[in-house]
């Protein structure tokens, strides 16, 4: 808790602000404004945008196992730079791995495993500019077969009329490991009737992960707030995030503010806007809105526009668009006394697309002329505009060429307003598919470029304080920082297959036989079974080479199963199991016995050699079948080292561990699986 008198700096605004600052709340006032608006004008003092972060790739190798880094040097106040790395999951980057000259521009880490992924954090230190990039980098990292349930919120006035397209929706969403459950609800409904309806999902379905909000479902608005530092914008601001908060502190009955020049903004206690500046709580889910309300500019309805969206949607999904995997930046404002608000673009697009695949472009016209999958812009703004971008307009007369879009500037980020900027991306006929404000706070997507969907990032960014991932920028873990489009969305997509066709001989389970995907590199297929049609997808095949699958084993019934195919695919961060689109059949099965249903969880036997060990260590992982095991080693202090998830097949699996770097001492190799633990004791000389 913070609490005093802070004189916040801009290059062309000054405030002297009082404040009080907590986890539940933020009040700020206003003393004394001097010189212009923010975002009135670009300031720069020699720095440039991109030396605010370090961008990062990687080469992999298998044999023996590497994860080689490389970065962009940096010319201005060369830096030392020190690399950390953690477990994607871990919340703490620990103590440094290395640190490296400003000559160095490449770091090789040999402590990994194969089929695994690690994140890495490269910080560039220098006399006067400090800069961060991050990448989660793997070899071979294992596919996602399951993604958790996602709570769909259909505003009803699209129940009927885009039902056909809504469908599809589900059942691409489904067919990327998603659990579906839907509600259709009245755009009338109040937020807190809509929370009560994702609340009591949360509490009776397990590994609910994220919430869909299709329409104009009830906006909540919250706070005391105005993070484009607009004396005028003082107040509530549309706070999707609300919905991703189970539960959350959400109060009512403090914020009394009618200061601001927008009425939409005014905020006092029983006006069913709320008071928390900041995230009550953590997010527990992501949450993310695909909305055309109110954006006449673009002459068509609503639904024609939801339509329009859902159709190229399911395009991208399909692998069925020319999209080139490179990065457009459009920076008006420069270094901007240190936010740098573009190394969004800089810091994101490298690991994604790669370093060198970053051009500096005016926004609209070569979006209009070429296709550019990740699109970053900024400029003073309104409501309607970015300075140097673009306006509303801009996207109905252009087409965007670009699938992910981040933009920043005045006013738009308060997105529920007539012809909204924000929102504008997403209503042109060309597939823009995602939009969020980036800039205060920053945003993080480097997860993407091995398989995580761009919700992923969103709520990392939403829960993100400024410890884990640095710079956080102004507005960190406010209410306004939200996601347009479709939170399932990933960076890469293969051809489904197609022709599924499933037999059902009586007591002899379900013979499937399907067209093989016509998408290049595909190594295999798995098999997937469920009881509803968009309920849990189990895996119940090994990896298939062949395009024919007999299921013998599980309980009598209308059964619905899915194929996916599945490539190794190859990104600038690195390497992945990518799972395409399941296509989905369905029969009712009777088995020769209906026995439990049959889960994928090997069986593992542990052999490591040589054992005392002096710099490698050889792993053998015999399993008895195919499936995902976790793998880690222990210390003799209980501190856990190189957590690794694996996709094993049936048979023998071979590792190899780089230990020269450990300490003399006696270690632990543990392996589990569901329900199953193997303890292997190894010495390190």
């Not at 006696?666 to 699986?673: D, E, F, G, P, R």
Request: hydrophobic share 40%.
């Amino acid at each position: 808790m913070l609490n005093g008198v802070a004189i916040l700096v801009k290059a062309d605004t000054i405030f002297l602000i009082y404040y009080y600052l907590s986890k539940n709340q933020i009040i700020m006032r206003r003393i004394f404004i001097l010189s212009f608006l923010l975002f009135s004008a670009n300031y720069s003092f020699g720095q440039a945008t991109e030396d605010l972060t370090v961008e990062l790739s990687a080469t992999t190798q298998v044999s023996p196992p590497r994860i080689t880094l490389n970065w962009k040097p940096r010319t201005y106040d060369p830096p030392s730079y020190v690399i950390y790395k953690k477990a994607k999951t871990s919340s703490s980057w620990g103590t440094p791995i290395v640190t490296l000259t400003s000559a160095d521009s490449t770091y090789a880490d040999n402590a990994v495993i194969a089929d695994s992924a690690y994140e890495y954090q490269v910080k560039a230190n220098g006399a006067s500019l400090n800069g961060t990039g991050y990448i989660y980098a793997g070899i071979k990292n294992p596919a996602i077969h399951n993604r958790g349930a996602l709570i769909l919120m259909v505003d009803s006035t699209f129940s009927d009329s885009c039902s056909a397209r809504i469908k599809t929706m589900m059942q691409d969403i489904s067919g990327d490991g998603w659990e579906i459950l839907r509600h259709d609800v009245p755009r009338t409904m109040l937020d807190t009737s809509v929370m009560n309806l994702i609340s009591h999902d949360y509490a009776t379905h397990t590994n609910v992960k994220s919430v869909l909000l299709l329409g104009h479902v009830a906006v909540p608005y919250s706070g005391d707030l105005n993070p484009d530092g607009h004396p005028d914008h003082l107040g509530a601001w549309p706070a999707d995030v609300y919905y991703a908060c189970v539960p959350g502190a959400w109060t009512d009955v403090s914020v009394n503010d009618v200061s601001g020049g927008y009425t939409a903004n005014h905020n006092v206690p029983g006006d069913g806007k709320w008071d928390e500046t900041m995230i009550p709580t953590a997010t527990q889910m992501q949450v993310s809105r695909v909305d055309f309300y109110n954006m006449p500019a673009f002459g068509t309805t609503e639904v024609q526009m939801m339509n329009s969206y859902l159709t190229k949607d399911h395009i991208y999904k399909m692998d069925s668009l020319a999209v080139i995997h490179r990065g457009l930046i459009s920076d008006n404002f420069g270094y901007f006394s240190g936010e740098g608000f573009a190394q969004n673009g800089w810091r994101n697009f490298a690991p994604l697309v790669g370093k060198d695949s970053v051009h500096v472009i005016p926004f609209v016209s070569s979006l209009a002329a070429s296709s550019y999958q990740w699109a970053y812009g900024c400029g003073g703004g309104t409501f309607t505009s970015a300075g140097g971008i673009g306006a509303t307009t801009d996207f109905v007369s252009n087409p965007e060429n670009g699938i992910f879009t981040m933009l920043f500037g005045s006013y738009f980020g308060d997105w529920n307003v007539q012809n909204s900027f924000l929102r504008a991306p997403l209503c042109s006929s060309t597939p823009a598919l995602t939009n969020c404000w980036a800039g205060r706070p920053n945003w993080f997507f480097h997860h993407m470029a091995l398989g995580e969907n761009i919700g992923y990032g969103a709520r990392l960014t939403q829960n993100n304080n400024g410890v884990l991932y640095q710079p956080a920028n102004y507005g960190a873990e406010w209410v306004h920082i939200a996601l347009m489009g479709d939170l399932t969305l990933r960076t890469d997509y293969i051809k489904p297959i197609s022709s599924l066709l499933i037999s059902a001989p009586l007591h002899n389970g379900a013979i499937l036989n399907w067209t093989a995907s016509p998408a290049p590199g595909v190594v295999g297929y798995y098999v997937y079974r469920a009881d509803s049609a968009y309920g849990y997808f189990q895996q119940v095949s090994t990896l298939l080479t062949a395009t024919i699958f007999h299921d013998i084993t599980g309980h009598n019934g209308h059964k619905f199963y899915m194929v996916r195919p599945v490539k190794l695919q190859t990104t600038p961060s690195g390497g992945y199991y990518n799972l395409g689109i399941g296509v989905t059949d369905t029969a009712t099965i009777s088995f020769a016995s209906s026995l439990g249903v049959a889960v994928v969880t090997p069986s593992v036997q542990t052999t490591v050699f040589p054992n005392p060990a002096n710099d490698v260590l050889q792993i053998s992982l015999n399993a008895a079948n195919s499936g995902v095991v976790t793998m880690y080693i222990v210390n003799e202090a209980g501190q856990q080292m190189n957590m690794a998830t694996k996709q094993l097949n049936a048979g023998e699996n071979m590792y190899q561990l780089n230990v020269s770097k450990y300490a003399a001492g006696i270690y632990n190799l543990i392996v589990k699986s569901e329900g199953n633990e193997n303890v292997t004791k190894w010495i390190k000389l």
